[in-house]
Each structure stands twice: as C-alpha cells, then as structure tokens.
C-alpha cells in the first residue's frame, strides 16, 4: 500500500508539473495541452481509444505468447545441441544488428496491412531477448546437479526436461518481463508503418490533425496498459517460474 | 547383492598436467575406507573416476570393481554439497533418479528411507524447509534410492554443526553397512571414528594407515579412537 502511496504522489506532482509548465509557458494546445484537457479528451474520446486499445492488446497479446513460446523453444534446441549453437547462435546474433524499425515497411508487404504484420513486428522485438536469457540460464546449469543425474543413469534428453529447463525458468521469466515491457513498442512500430487500427495508428492520426491532446490520451493508455502487462507477468512469473531459483 | 571392492592402480592427469603420482588404491569390499588429504591433493577427482564423471581427469592406469563386473551403474556418489532441487519435495528429491531414468519410481520404499532417516514428517515438504541436518539426512536418503552397491562420499559432513555431523555420521554408518564406502574427508576425527581402514593421500604418495580398533561407528569419546584422531592430524600437518 505504501509503494501504491508512492506512486499515486510521484504522478500527482508530474501532473501539477505539467500542467504548470502549460500555465506559465502559455504554449498552444496543439503544441502542448495541459492534462486536464487530456483527461477531457481521454474521457470524451473513450469509445475510440478503446476501439483501438484492444486491437493494440490483441496483438501485443498473440506477440508475446508466439514470440514466448518460439524463444523458449530456440533456446532450449540451442542448450540441447553444440551444432545449433555452432550453426544458429552468430546468425541470432547479427540479426540484432539488423534494426528491427526497418524491417517494419518489409513485414507489412509480407504479413498485410491487418494485425498479421503487427503481431509479427512484436514477436522479432521480444524473441531476442527471451531467448538469450533463457538460454544463458540453460547453460549455467551447477555442474554438480548434471553430475549426478549422470550418475543416476539419466540421457540427456531427461537431464534437459528433469534438471535443466526447471533449473533455467528464473531465466525465463526475466525474459518474460523484458517482453512485457518491449512488446508494446513492436505492435506500435507496426502500426506507424502501415495500420488503420491501433493506438499507434490513432496517434499517428491525431498528431497530423493537430489532435495532440488525443494524441496525448492514447500515449497514455498505452503506458498504463505497458506498466499492466509488465505487473501481470511479473505476477504471473513470481508465482510459478520463480520458485525454482 | 554382495558389495565388489574397488582397485585403482596408475596416476592421474588433468589436461596433461600430472595430479596424483602412481598410486594403488583399494577399498574393501562392504568396508568403509576414508581418504584423507590436504586440499587440491586430488581425493575427490579420485572419486569422480570411478564415479565415471571425470570428464577433465584421464587415468593412466586401470580402475576395476574386484569382482570383475564393470563399475558402471553400480556407484553412487554423494557430496558435501547436498544437491536437492529446490523445486521438487523432499519425496519427489528422493525419487529423482527414478524420474531421470524414465522408471516409475517406487514410493513405498521411499517412504520406508524417509522413515529410515528421521524425514516421515517432512516429505512433502520443500527443501528450503529443512536445517543443514535434515538436508544432509534427505541427500542420504537420495542415494540410498538408488541401491548401489559402491557409495563414494566427498566430505558429506563437513557443513554440519558438530553435534548434527556426529548424528549424520552415526545414521549414515548405519544406513550404508554392508557397502562398499570410500570417503573423502579433511577430518581426522570422521576418519577415525568411521573408518575400517584408512588411506592418506599425499603429494608424493598414497600411505595406508591402521585404523583404531572396534567396529566403526566408534563412540565420539573412544580413547583409542581420540589418539588415532591426533595421530592421523600429526601426519597431515607434517604433509607440505
């Protein structure tokens, strides 16, 4: 309760700050609007933004879970097999190099204007990171516990899926958490590019029309929708994969 | 299933750097032998061959069960560290081995070896409930699922408080009688109350050495025992 204290105090004085600075400065609305007019336009527009929100979410939501599921399995095929790792990991790594932003133009002539590109977007943001933390706790496995499963007559294969992989969710889940944040900024370069849905698509909208006070409003929903996701998969890794550590 | 000694004869090497000189070491069969030494002297890569999990080690020699039979699948090995997953019950640690073999694991006698070693109460308890003792005393459990004949101990007592090592170590003499046993220990009191026989390793060499009379586990307060244990630290202190 005293960290909810905390936050709800740090927001109220960011607010008085802006709002402050939008009295003092005597700055167009177009340029700046004050928050109160934002929360106006927040509450007016709430239908739109909704509209958009839950396009955003459904394809931040499909993102994570296909980019959870496709970096939990790399990193596990690249624990499990030194060739892979020879074969697969310095082409991982480049494709870092490669900033995601400009694949966004390519992914929307492959994928489609619809959510399709959108979703994928959002999975190459977080796959990356997923797998590279995962995988890193898959190979820091205590040498002793691979040891003595040897000992006890275990394969691999049942080394990998009784000691490694439970041993490597801690791992995982601060991949996760990573995710939950960058997830977000994938679905919404996706909709900069070419969208007619979307927060990012909404905003991109109301900042051509000189709408920055809407533009200001699906900002926000945007960030108080990223922290959510961020607290409810932390929840969610606190209460499962953690326990392993 | 009668226990087989074991025979290791020839020197050790890791990534070509010799470890251990030409050394001939036995352990009884159904006998419990402490291996004593200073640090970095190379007792427990000793057990790690014959574990059959010296991957960085090469033996230049031979390492034979007396019975002829290969070692494989006949050895278990517990160490100081106790090596319970914190993500399974103390129950489900015990059965691991059966679990990692792909068996269904046999509950009953895992109930039986959790009542052996004082942990009924606990079994289903996660590890990071139970003190040092209790830890120790479900690792022991651990191997003694695994009914091997030979068990190899690297310092398993060695974080214990000493009135819970004196009590580990009682239970587990008791627990192990009739295997093959070879230990590892800084501790001369540990090799002198356990041990039937006793090996000191060296830099230069491997020497047997007499072990107090009576049947191990000897009383804490045994005077014979005492005057071993002094003898046996006089010896390692004048190792250099």
Redesign the interface.
């Known amino acids: 309760m005293r960290r909810a204290g905390s936050i709800i105090a740090s927001a109220l004085v960011a607010l008085a700050a802006w709002q402050a600075l939008v009295l003092l400065t005597g700055v167009p609305r177009f340029i700046l609007p004050g928050p109160a007019l934002v929360a106006e336009t927040l509450w007016t527009s709430r239908a739109l933004i909704a509209h958009h929100t839950v396009i955003t979410a459904i394809e931040v939501l499909a993102g994570l879970a296909l980019g959870a599921t496709l970096g939990g399995v790399t990193a596990i095929a690249l624990a499990a097999s030194p060739l892979a790792r020879q074969l697969v990991r310095p082409m991982l790594i480049f494709s870092q190099a490669v900033p995601v932003f400009a694949l966004a133009p390519i992914l929307t002539l492959w994928f489609g204007y619809g959510i399709g590109s959108k979703v994928v977007m959002t999975l190459l943001v977080i796959y990356f990171p997923v797998t590279s933390a995962f995988f890193d706790a898959l190979m820091r496995t205590p040498q ?2 691979i ?8 394969s691999p294969a ?2 990998m899926r ?2 490694r992989i ?2 490597a ?1 801690p791992g995982f889940a601060s991949g996760l958490r990573l995710a939950a944040v960058y997830a977000p900024i994938g679905a919404i370069i996706g909709e900069w590019v070419g969208a007619s849905k979307g927060l990012g698509y909404l905003m991109l909208l109301a900042s051509g029309r000189a709408k920055t006070d809407l533009m200001f409003a699906a900002l926000i929903v945007l960030a108080v929708f990223t922290v959510l996701l961020h607290a409810v998969v932390d929840r969610t890794c606190r209460a499962t994969l953690d ?3 | 299933m009668t226990a087989p000694g074991i025979l290791l004869e020839g020197s050790v090497a890791i990534d070509g750097e010799p470890l251990i000189p030409p050394i001939r070491l036995t352990a009884a069969a159904g006998r419990w032998t402490c291996l004593l030494g200073a640090s970095g002297v190379g007792k427990s890569t000793i057990l790690r061959l014959i574990s059959g999990i010296a991957d960085e080690a090469t033996l230049n020699g031979t390492l034979n069960a007396t019975d002829g039979v290969p070692l494989a699948g006949r050895v278990a090995l517990m160490a100081q560290s106790d090596l319970l997953l914190p993500w399974l019950t103390v129950t489900q640690n015990v059965t691991l081995g059966a679990r990692l073999r792909g068996t269904v694991p046999d509950a009953r006698r895992a109930a039986d070896l959790l009542n052996d070693v004082g942990l009924s109460a606990q079994a289903d308890q996660s590890p990071a409930t139970l003190s040092g003792g209790q830890r120790q005393r479900a690792a022991l459990a651990r191997t003694l699922m695994e009914d091997r004949p030979i068990v190899l101990l690297d310092e398993p007592f060695s974080a214990l408080d000493a009135r819970t090592r004196a009590q580990v170590q009682d239970l587990t003499a008791q627990l192990l009688a009739g295997k093959t046993v070879l230990m590892v220990t800084h501790d001369p009191a540990e090799a002198a109350r356990l041990s039937d026989a006793i090996l000191i390793l060296g830099p230069d060499s491997l020497r047997a050495r007499p072990a107090p009379p009576g049947a191990p586990p000897r009383p804490v307060d045994d005077t014979q025992t005492l005057s071993a244990q002094g003898a046996l630290l006089a010896e390692l202190r004048a190792d250099p």
């Open positions: 002793a516990w040891d003595m499963a040897r000992l006890m007559g275990a049942r080394i009784h000691i439970p041993a969710l326990k392993n550590g």
